[in-house]
């Protein structure tokens, strides 16, 4: 896990362009109708919580191990009104019970996960019966986790596509 107060810098001066004129329908697709309990996996400095405002009734942890993003998740968490907490931890070794969310969302954070299929493994264990692991990722990945999840490719429709 890295540490690296650059990174943590520059992550959202560099993303805000791409946020504008790409990712938006992308975000709003990964959250669309979700309720409940709901994880936000390697949440980064919080750029999935201005779109959990939108949904009626989420209660969101977001789990960030990098000390200077999780800061800046931690202040925009504060400033949202959704109800978020942000907390520290290792989506290959998730700090929560099992059945404990109704969903799962991970915004580019399975590339940087160095063990996906343990990664994959927690998320399985985390979520309750019927729940669902919702992702947006580059295509490497998306392939990879392609067989057992429902993906959000970030080329095409910005709309839910089942990939079996
Ligand atoms: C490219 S950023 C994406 C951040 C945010 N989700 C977004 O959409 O902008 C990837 C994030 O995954 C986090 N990450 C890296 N390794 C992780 C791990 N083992 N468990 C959870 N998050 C991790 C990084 O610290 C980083 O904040």
Known sequence: MSDNPLVAGLYDPVMA????????????????DLDGDVLDLGAGTGAMFPYFESLDSVCV???????????????QAEESSADITVVAGDAQDLPYDDGTFDAVVASFALC?????????????????????????????????AAE????????GTPSPAAVT
Not at 148 to 155: A, D, E, I, R, Y
Request: aromatic residues 6%.
């Open 61 to 75: 942890e977001a789990v960030e191990p990098d000390p200077g993003m999780r800061r800046q998740a931690v202040e």
């Open 112 to 144: 940087t996960i160095p063990d996906h299929e343990r990664a994959l493994d927690e998320v399985t264990r985390v979520l309750r019966d019927g729940g669902e692991f919702r992702f947006l990722n580059t295509s490497a990945v998306t392939e990879w």
């Open 17 to 32: 362009i791409p946020e504008r004129t790409v990712l938006r329908p992308h975000r709003e697709a990964l959250v669309a």
């Open 148 to 155: 057992s999840t429902t993906c959000w490719p970030l080329h």
